[in-house]
């Protein structure tokens, strides 16, 4: 008999922990299985084509919000082709109510609802040997015409789950998610991990051997799903001095945290990281009291402010800052206000998010109070509330996409500051970003990586008369060049002939190698390759005049922006006798 265990993942470069546990859990079942991977960007009928191609007995799929309706899709095509085949689901999507989705989903055989190690083993062990479902807790199966619905699986031991990345070929060039707990114990209305307030941890002994090989292996990237990573103060404090310790200048770990919690202690430590060590993901979610009250979230707004300041002081950390739109209570202007102040934190990035209703959560259960209307397939996505009408909602959709150009992508770090300063506000600014896109057909559509510099400057200078153009394409180009190694030059960015030869220049003049120190030995060619000399007549963060040259050096970047290093070129003369710097 063969099992073949599907995911249907949100992007390539995702994979997904729990079919990998799963199987890895299941190891030595009876039963052959075996795990394929897609994502939802895969036409459905090239996916249904390799499953059938497979003509495994039973085919299961892992569930969530963001590939329920493709599975559902998968699981009919399925059963028109191969109507023998028992078809399992599982997963956080259809573990609330199992009953309903058997009912409605009538190729379905069976559904695993909560954790599913134990359940998926005892499942791959007796299946097909005569064993009564109605000994399995932790199902929801088919009988006939009846549908029955067993208990609960106890919560299992976390020390017991596998550790999946042993052979980390499987996942080269892909996230590698990893776990040291699981429930959270808070109780946020719009969360399902609110349902499980009993948090379990893995034994730090095993995190310690497992953190051991992401580091001998110089894995890219490692994000934590732990709902709330720091909820325990001392686990928190083991991985965190474990990496710091045993850094191996390559590994990012990912922490999704509450910053209310963050300790002395942790920015102390945090402090002797290396930049780019790792990451930090805060959900602020509104800065509105009564919302904050009325989703069951409690947040001193100072404090969070003053934590954030000081993490960012170090200098060293990435921090990702979340606000949800849709939320009880919160109305259009008063989630403008929690924009721009959150805004005012100066967040690595800001992620403006829109309120999905789950099934099972306490949101899901006010909606009504709430007059919550939203989207009735998955993701369930907040369409107007009691508060905020759907015009607003499309509003901020449209600044959402301006923010995530414009501010998340960090590539105008010196132009955005400077035209903040002639707009209303920050939620202002993107909100008229957005309507000058809006206006000229732009919204949703994808440009060259010059065009978006070029449709910020048009916009500057039809939004804010006073702005200096000047001033501005010096700024732009900074930004340009700061990101971007680029040969083609913007229409707005021309230069004279001797500034071009002087750049030239540059790369074999006498003593120039002190500019390349990581360069043994110096090499013009390959230096002028992967660099570049720019003039600028201004400070590009005071805005007064200066005249001086950019080194823009893509050798070494930023580990948490991706910058290109900046010297200024000073004291080497061009081929007339005169310095750069003064030319």
Not at 364 to 378: G, L, P, Q, V
Not at 381 to 393: G, H, M, Q, R
Not at 464 to 483: I, N
Request: charged fraction near 30%; include cysteine; glycine fraction near 4%.
């Amino acid at each position: 008999m063969k099992l073949l265990l599907c995911a249907l993942n949100a992007k390539y470069i995702h994979s997904n922990l729990a079919v990998y546990s799963l199987m890895a859990y299941a190891k030595g079942a009876s039963m052959e299985l075996k795990l394929a991977e897609y994502t939802i960007n895969n036409r459905t009928e090239e996916i249904l084509k390799e499953i059938y191609r497979e003509k495994a007995d039973i085919v299961a799929f892992s569930c969530y919000i963001w590939n329920i309706e493709q599975v559902y899709e998968l699981v009919r095509e399925l059963h028109k082709v191969a109507p023998h085949i028992s078809i399992w689901l599982g997963g956080p999507e259809v573990s609330y109510d199992a009953g309903k989705v058997l009912r409605e989903h009538p190729e379905v055989t069976l559904v695993m609802m909560g954790e599913g190690e134990e359940t998926f083993r005892q499942l791959t062990e007796s299946w097909g040997t005569g064993m009564e479902l109605s000994a399995v807790d932790g199902i929801a199966y088919r009988q006939g015409e009846e549908i029955h619905c067993n208990a609960m699986r106890p919560q299992m031991d976390m020390d017991k789950i596998p550790f999946v990345y042993e052979d980390l070929d499987q996942f080269k060039n892909k996230i590698i998610y990893y776990e040291t707990s699981r429930g959270c114990p808070f109780s946020c209305s719009y969360c399902l991990s609110s349902i499980d307030k009993r948090v379990r941890f893995r034994s730090f002994s095993l995190v310690q051997k497992e953190l051991k090989h992401f580091l001998d292996h110089d894995v890219k990237q490692v994000k934590f799903v732990d709902r709330t990573f720091n909820c325990n103060h001392k686990h928190a404090m083991e991985i965190w001095e474990y990496i710091t310790k045993h850094d191996n200048g390559i590994t990012n770990f990912h922490f999704e945290v509450s910053a209310d919690l963050l300790k002395d202690e942790d920015i102390q430590l945090f402090e002797r990281m290396r930049p780019g060590l790792i990451q930090l993901e805060i959900g602020v979610q509104s800065t509105y009291q009564p919302t904050i009250g009325e989703i069951r979230r409690t947040m001193d707004l100072e404090a969070l402010r003053k934590l954030v300041a000081r993490v960012k002081a170090l200098g060293n950390i990435h921090q990702h800052l979340d606000l949800i739109a849709g939320l009880p209570l919160e109305d259009y202007e008063t989630f403008k206000k929690s924009f721009d102040e959150v805004f005012s934190m100066q967040p690595d990035q800001l992620q403006l998010g829109f309120l999905k209703v789950l099934k099972g959560s306490y949101m899901h259960e006010k909606s009504k109070d709430y007059e919550i209307a939203y989207r009735s397939r998955a993701p369930y996505e907040v369409l107007k509330t009691k508060w905020l009408s759907y015009d607003e909602i499309l509003k901020l959709k449209e600044v959402e996409e301006m923010v995530e150009l414009y501010y998340n992508s960090a590539q105008y770090t010196k132009t955005l500051p400077y035209l903040l300063t002639f707009a209303k506000g920050p939620y202002a600014f993107f909100r008229e970003l957005a309507t000058f896109y809006y206006q000229r057909n732009r919204i949703g559509v994808k440009h060259s990586r010059l065009s978006y510099y070029e449709l910020l400057r048009e916009f500057a200078l039809f939004a804010y008369p006073e702005v200096e153009e000047g001033v501005l394409d010096q700024l732009l180009m900074y930004d340009l060049y700061l990101r971007e190694n680029i040969k083609k030059r913007p229409q707005w960015g021309n230069t004279q002939v001797l500034e071009k030869k002087a750049a030239t220049r540059f790369y074999r003049m006498e003593g120039v190698e002190k500019y390349f120190p990581q360069m043994q030995p110096y090499d013009s060619k390959l230096a002028a390759g992967n660099s570049h000399v720019e003039r600028f007549f201004i400070d590009v963060d005071t805005y007064e005049k200066k005249d001086w040259w950019a080194l823009f050096d893509y050798h070494t970047r930023n580990p948490l922006t991706y910058d290109a290093t900046v010297r200024e070129v000073k004291g080497i003369e061009d081929g007339s006798g005169k310095s750069i710097g003064n030319l």
